[in-house]
Structures are given as structure tokens and as C-alpha cells.
């Protein structure tokens, strides 16, 4: 009888590992077939290399089959397992079956530690990406580069970052990845400045950074608040793709520069060259929604739904979709929205509330709270969070004894919400006591409490917080000093405040912005010092703007300083000549003076402009 000759096994084995680069499972089952029929199945080795196949062709079933007729797995067959549940994030399983592995005594390898250490850092899991580490030690692979990559990227996404440098030094020799995972897990971690500094180290050593190092350093520069660097290095980029494009636009929206956000996003789409995703349709969305550009807002939700597919498009861009919307006072617009949204979706409950809170009706947002209740959708941080910022003093403790007794007591966005809600509801001590008992805090944490012993006068305390959390460990940053010289300037704390103000640049490298400078001219011009007000005004890096001037005026008004009073009020009309508040206040002062013409040529002056105010009238009994 003759027949087709059936394949080698050493062409049984080319077949299985195309069929594993090319995920064909159908023909990785054929060559099954024919590995049963040829009787090649039973050996160990063709064996494994059947398990690799299926597992990378995501058949775990048939995969989970082979390898319990293995009489002793092997590294191999497990690796395949590995490189399963770290594909699909299954990182439980991953970690799980890397113990195994260790308790069958079987050698892990340069294979095993990446797919492991990813799924640890993916869990966060510090304490078993350690051990991890240390068996990469011993094991003899700490010289393996892709492994000491991994090792870098678990460290940093566990929040260890000095680890994941020391990491780095050591290594003999460094890629591109090396060096994109430790400044990638800087930035991530928040240390921008050492995230970019590193860019000049990688270019000594000769390694030519790519388009993932310069989106990252853009990243470290917007986070800043540094966006006209990162637009430099953004010019720079021969073909930026579509992340490039969204870190400049987010960038611009999160310091409130909506304008050039809306511009750049503009410049995107017609280059042609690059199609928004919905990150990027998200991130111009907010900037719609901050300048109510509800016409460009509306283009945006049309383009959404043309380019990309409908689901996909309002589950990553439809909170902030629905938030614009409420923003621009499209109630049934930003409904509209909500009714097309995954109402098993957490996300979409939490936009909804957070609209009705943005259009006023906080009544309606309880009612949608009480509803995503009724329905048993799980409340989130944000959920908590949001509901705790309209919350008066006897709701906000039943919501702060509710999420004690949750399973996400622990977050630390909810405890800063709660510790904002005691601030604002003048409960000082209370939102001190949370703080107090807080495991872990980050910026916000400190950021708020600091904030919130300013804003009750205590400025002598918000500035002993500050130095407590210089020895945390954390370094503070632009909201921080804000908050800190907010303090000093209600607590009447002058010479501390001027003092914090110039250690800004000096001990923590940060660039004053303009709500640094209005807080220092406020707390002089508070104190009485409004000629050293004007003196630093002079000198400051950046032109004085309307809340500079306006400071400065009022202080005028109270402390009854005419010679600065007209001065800082020519520059506001300059600024805004059509606000009838400026012509007012300085009236105003000349009037207290008894300068009763200029009183009255600084009301016609108003009226000549269009800003007339009219004059208080009083009807007197005869």
C-alpha cells in the first residue's frame, strides 16, 4: 500500500513554530494530525513543541491537555503557559504558575523572568517581583539585558524607582529599552527633572533616543507644567505619531491653555498624516468642555462616531463627552449621551453625577447616585469622591462611615476627598484626624491638608506640614508652594512666605508660575508692604496679569495708598477696559481721599468706556 510520506520530525517541528508565529491554529492542528499518525506524538520534545504551539495560538485548553501526559514538565512547556497569562494579563495565574515551576526544581530561565516579572509589575506586586529578582540572581541571568529591563519596569511600576536605577547602573551593557524603562519609570514615578536629565546621559553613551524616549520626555516636560519645552522637542520629531500629538494636547489642556490645546488638535487633523484615536478625542474634549467650545465639541462627537467604531468610541470618549455637554448647559445633550453609555459601567454613572453637579442641580446628582444604587452598580473612588464634594457636613461623615466599611477604604483619593469635605466644611481637626490616620499619602494628601489649615488662618501649621513632608520624602510640588503661600498670606506670615517663595527655584527646581508671584504681591500688599508689592512686581520673570494688578489694587482700597492704587488700576483698565470694577475701586480710593474730581473723572471715564456702574442711591426722609 502506498501512500503520501508523512513529515520528519524535523519538519514537523518547522511546521509547529510557523504555525506558532502565525497563530494558525487550524494548521497547527493539522500537523497534530499528523504527528498522531506517524506516532510522534508520544515524544517529549515534539510534545513540548505541540503545548508552545497552542498556547501561543491562545488554545489553553488543548494545551492544558498535552502537558498532563508530559511524565515531567519542563521549562519550556511551562514558558509557553507563561507567555499565555502574561499576554492576556492574567497575572494571578502567571505568578502562580512561575511557583510551580520552582517547586518542581525546574531552572528558570532568560524566557521565564520577563514574561513573570511583567505580570508582578502589572499586579503591582513588589514583594514577589523581589524574590523574582533575586532568582534572576542566582540563576545567572542578572546579566541578561531583556531581563534587567524587566526588572527596571517592574520596580518602577511598584513605585520603586531607586531600585530601579540602582538596576540600571549595574547593567554591563544597555538598549534603547533600558533606557526608556528607567526614564519612562521617572516619569511615572514623578521625578521629571531626573527623567530628563537622563536624556542627556543616554545621548553621552551614544544611544540614539527613538519616538517612545521623546513622547516620554514631552510627557515629564507637560507634567511640569513645561509645555512650551515639550512643544520644542514636539517640532523636533521627525513623524510624531498619534500618542506625540495626544501628550501635547493633554499637556496644554491640564495647565488650562484650552486655546492651544483646541489649535494643535486642529494641526492633527489636517496634516493627514495622523488619525485621532479616541485618547486624543478625549483629551481635546476636555479642553471643549473648559472653554465651552460646544460647536467644536459637537464636530468632535461626529468625528468620534465616523472614524472609530461606535462602542469603542463613547466607552473611552464618552465621559468626557457627557461632561462637556453639561459643562456648555446641554443637559439634554449630555442625557442623550448617558443613554447610549454601558450603563454596567461604573464610569458612565460617575460622568452622569459629575454632570449634574457641573450644571448645578446637585439634587439631580443624589437622585443618579440613588438610581446606579438601586441598579447594584458597584461604587468606585471616583464615585465616593465626586458625591463627597457636595456633601454637607452630615452626609460627608455618612459617606466617609460608608466607605470605611467598604472594600476600597484603603484608597487614597477617597481619603482625600474626605479630608477636602472637613476642610471646606470648617472641620479642621476632623480632616487633620483622617490625614493622621492615613497608611500611605500622596501629593494630594499633603496638598490638601496643607491647603486647609491655610485656608482656617493657621499658617504656622501648614508650614510645619510642609517640612514634615520634605522629610517624607516627597518633594513638594507647584500646588504645594501655592497652597503654602496662600497660608502664609492669610496667617499675615510674610517674611516665611517670601522666604518659601525664592527656596522654590533654589531647593526644589521648580519655575515660579503666575499664581506663585499673585500669592506673594497678595501677602505684601495684605501686610501693608505695598511698595516692596510693587518692587517685586518689577521684578518679576513673567508679565503681571490681571490677578497680579487686581491684589494689588484691593489692597490700595483697604490700606488707602492712592500713589499705588492708580498705578495698579492703569494697568488693569489697560488689561480689561471694558470692567467697570476697576474704575470703581480706584473712585472708590480717590473718594476715602477726599479727591472728589478724580472720584468723579474716574466715573465718567467708565461711562466713556461703556462700563458705566450706577451710583449707589438713598432716599432720605425730610
Not at 59 to 67: F, H, K, T, V
Not at 416 to 436: D, K, L, T
Not at 535 to 542: G, K, P, T
Request: charged share 20%; hydrophobic share 40%.
Amino acid at each position: 500500500m502506498t501512500g503520501k510520506a508523512l513529515p520528519s520530525p524535523f519538519q514537523l517541528i518547522h511546521l509547529l513554530q510557523a504555525c506558532s508565529a502565525s497563530k494558525a491554529l487550524i494548521q497547527g492542528k493539522q500537523v497534530h494530525q499528523q504527528m498522531v499518525l506517524s506516532g510522534l506524538h508520544q515524544n517529549p520534545f515534539l510534545r513540548t513543541k505541540l503545548i508552545q504551539m497552542y498556547a501561543d495560538c491562545d488554545d489553553l485548553y488543548s494545551a492544558q491537555l498535552l502537558i498532563h501526559k508530559l511524565l515531567q514538565p519542563n521549562v519550556f512547556a511551562l514558558t509557553a503557559f507563561l507567555g499565555f497569562y502574561s499576554r492576556h494579563h492574567l497575572t494571578e495565574e502567571c505568578i502562580r504558575t512561575y511557583g510551580q515551576l520552582r517547586l518542581m526544581g525546574i531552572v528558570p530561565d532568560g524566557y521565564v523572568f520577563p514574561k513573570v516579572l511583567r505580570a508582578c509589575a502589572q499586579s503591582s506586586c513588589l514583594v514577589m517581583g523581589t524574590l523574582v529578582h533575586k532568582d534572576a540572581v542566582i540563576f545567572g541571568s542578572q546579566f541578561n539585558t531583556q531581563v534587567c529591563n524587566s526588572i527596571i519596569d517592574m520596580y518602577s511600576k511598584c513605585g520603586e524607582a531607586r531600585s530601579a536605577r540602582q538596576v540600571f547602573d549595574e547593567m554591563s551593557e544597555r538598549d534603547i529599552l533600558s533606557w526608556n524603562s528607567i526614564i519612562s519609570g521617572y516619569v511615572a514615578n514623578w521625578f521629571f527633572e531626573q527623567a530628563v536629565e537622563l536624556l542627556g546621559y543616554m545621548k553621552l553613551e551614544g544611544c540614539e533616543p527613538d519616538i517612545v524616549t521623546w513622547n516620554t520626555i514631552m510627557d515629564a516636560y507637560c507634567r511640569m507644567g513645561l509645555c512650551n519645552e515639550a512643544s520644542k522637542i514636539f517640532k523636533q520629531i521627525k513623524n510624531p505619531n498619534v500618542i506625540s500629538w495626544t501628550i501635547i494636547i493633554s499637556g496644554y489642556a491640564n495647565i488650562g491653555k484650552h486655546a492651544i490645546a483646541l489649535e494643535i488638535f486642529r494641526d492633527m487633523v489636517n496634516s493627514w498624516t495622523v488619525f485621532p484615536d479616541v485618547d486624543s478625542l478625549s483629551s481635546i474634549l476636555v479642553s471643549c468642555r473648559y472653554s465651552r467650545a460646544l460647536e467644536r465639541g459637537k464636530e468632535i462627537h461626529g468625528y468620534g462616531i465616523k472614524m472609530k467604531a461606535w462602542d469603542a468610541f463613547y466607552k473611552s470618549a464618552g465621559a468626557a463627552l457627557l461632561t462637556m455637554y453639561a459643562s456648555c448647559c446641554r443637559l439634554q445633550d449630555a442625557e442623550k449621551v448617558f443613554h447610549i453609555m454601558d450603563k454596567s459601567d461604573v464610569v458612565t454613572w460617575n460622568a452622569m453625577i459629575f454632570g449634574f453637579i457641573e450644571l448645578g442641580r446637585g439634587h439631580l446628582a443624589l437622585d443618579c447616585f440613588r438610581e446606579m444604587q438601586r441598579r447594584g452598580i458597584k461604587n468606585d473612588h471616583t464615585t465616593i469622591s465626586t458625591m463627597l464634594s457636595i456633601s454637607d457636613l452630615r452626609s460627608g461623615k455618612e459617606i466617609h462611615a460608608y466607605f470605611m466599611k467598604s472594600s476600597f477604604h484603603s484608597v487614597i483619593p477617597v481619603y482625600n476627598a474626605v479630608i477636602h469635605m472637613y476642610s471646606m466644611r470648617g472641620c479642621i481637626a476632623y480632616a487633620y484626624s483622617v490625614f493622621s490616620t492615613m497608611e500611605t499619602r500622596d501629593m494630594i494628601s499633603w496638598n490638601t491638608i496643607i491647603r486647609g489649615f491655610g485656608m482656617h488662618g493657621l499658617g504656622r501649621t501648614s508650614l510645619k506640614l510642609l517640612k514634615q513632608m520634605e522629610c517624607s520624602g516627597l518633594r513638594p510640588n507647584s500646588v504645594t508652594l501655592s497652597s503654602a503661600l496662600s497660608a502664609c498670606s492669610h496667617s499675615g506670615l510674610v517674611d516665611q512666605g517670601i522666604e518659601f517663595f525664592y527656596r522654590m527655584t533654589k531647593d526644589f527646581g521648580l519655575t515660579p508660575v503666575s499664581a506663585h508671584y499673585s500669592c506673594v504681591v497678595d501677602m505684601l500688599a495684605r501686610a501693608g508692604r505695598l511698595e516692596d508689592a510693587c518692587n517685586f512686581i518689577n521684578e518679576m520673570r513673567l508679565k503681571p496679569d490681571k490677578h497680579i494688578w487686581g491684589a494689588l489694587l484691593a489692597a490700595c482700597q483697604d490700606h488707602h495708598n492712592v500713589t499705588v492704587g492708580e498705578l495698579a488700576a492703569e494697568h488693569l483698565i489697560r488689561l480689561e477696559p471694558y470692567d467697570a470694577g476697576h474704575y470703581v475701586t480706584l473712585s472708590n480710593i480717590y473718594a476715602r481721599a477726599g479727591r472728589w474730581d478724580d472720584a468723579a473723572r474716574m466715573r465718567k471715564l467708565m461711562e466713556d468706556h461703556g462700563s458705566l456702574k450706577p451710583s449707589g442711591n438713598s432716599v432720605i426722609a425730610a
